[in-house]
């Protein structure tokens, strides 16, 4: 079906039916509907693709995250893509399983299909991204992994700060036989929540003991965590865990072996995604706004006559601890 035969029957010309179909420029109203009249009796659906290459710029915005089905990224993309749905952009995500090859891939498809900018929201990372969007000359925000340069932005949390805040709080309940549950310790934001760990917790050694325990990034991963401690035969106190996602396996597990929480394990999480108010005991956790990350993130993106993109920049977020249910003083 073709955009003159919308345009013959609504009886209007096809430079107008055009500017209804983009939005785009002064239309009556009642031009306005006749053209969607007309669109909806021949069921017309417009060439997104080729309306890009003709206008030279899309309205599409690409998101890739790193786990999807991870409560916090989904989180982080169902407010981008609100934000960017309400302003007439289309969304595209792309999901990585933390593998820095598919998310070069993903980088390169996106490229490839012209978008108007990338939310890379990872944990991984690639040295050849950077050069691969300065010479696409996309814009692009980075979720903690990549340099704020040119025309890429970067958003920032303060991690650290965050750790320090739940281990101070388990050092003031007396908790000396510590764990830390992860998954992929050699990637940034996640390896920076056990790097604190360990740095803060092996202050104290050897009158404070702790292991660390690494699996998937998944509820079924943190259980796995917590049963490969406890069969080591270690006997922690407090579980300090990289996200509230794997807290729940850890959970799970502590009811299966009997033990109650927090009277004989303390249980913390990171992220405040909404399952940790729901879970029993609620969570003690550290939040992370993952709305105001995933608007920020299209409101640099954007760029239209009204709201210019500004250049890259550092946007840094502090995180804020929440105390629930799950911690208690340590036992001996």
């Known amino acids: 079906m073709s955009l003159e035969k919308v345009a013959k029957l ?74 960017a749905l309400a302003e007439g952009y289309d969304v595209m995500v792309s999901n990585t399983g933390y593998e820095p090859e598919r998310l070069v891939t993903s980088i390169q498809l996106m490229i490839g299909r012209r978008v108007a900018g990338l939310a890379v929201i990872v944990s991984e990372m690639d040295p050849r991204l950077i050069q691969l969007l300065t010479d696409a000359a996309i814009p692009a925000v980075f979720y903690d992994v990549g340099p704020a340069v040119g025309r890429i932005t970067n958003i920032g949390v303060n991690y650290r700060k965050g750790l320090e805040k739940i281990l101070d709080h388990l050092h003031t309940l007396r908790h000396e036989r510590m764990a830390f549950v992860g998954h992929h310790a050699g990637l940034g934001p996640t390896g920076e929540r056990q790097k604190t760990f360990e740095e803060v917790v092996g202050r104290d050694a050897p009158r404070v003991e702790y292991r660390v325990a690494v699996a998937s990034d998944s509820m079924e991963g943190g259980q796995q965590a917590a049963r490969e401690l406890f069969d080591s035969g270690f006997r922690p106190t407090a579980i300090v865990c990289v996200n509230d996602f794997m807290a729940m396996g850890v959970l799970r597990e502590l009811r299966e072996r009997g033990l109650r929480v927090p009277q004989d394990v303390s249980v913390t999480g990171f992220d405040n995604i909404r399952l940790s108010q729901f879970c029993y005991p609620a969570l003690t956790t550290v939040h992370i706004p993952r709305r105001e990350i995933g608007v920020a993130a299209f409101e640099f993106l954007r760029s239209d006559g009204e709201h210019p993109r500004p250049a890259g920049q550092n946007m840094i977020i502090e995180p804020e601890f929440i105390v629930r249910d799950s911690v208690g003083p340590g036992s001996a």
Do not use: C, Q, W
Request: proline share 4%; hydrophobic share 40%; charged share 20%.
């Open 10 to 83: 609504a009886r209007v010309s096809t430079s107008t039916v055009s500017r209804v179909l983009n939005n785009v420029g002064p239309v009556k109203n009642s031009t306005r509907a006749r053209v969607m009249k007309a669109v909806a009796e021949l069921k017309y659906h417009p060439n997104l693709h080729a309306r890009t290459l003709a206008g030279g710029r899309s309205r599409t915005i690409g998101v890739i995250v790193s786990n999807l089905s991870n409560p916090f990224f989904f989180d982080v993309f169902e407010s981008l893509e609100s934000a």
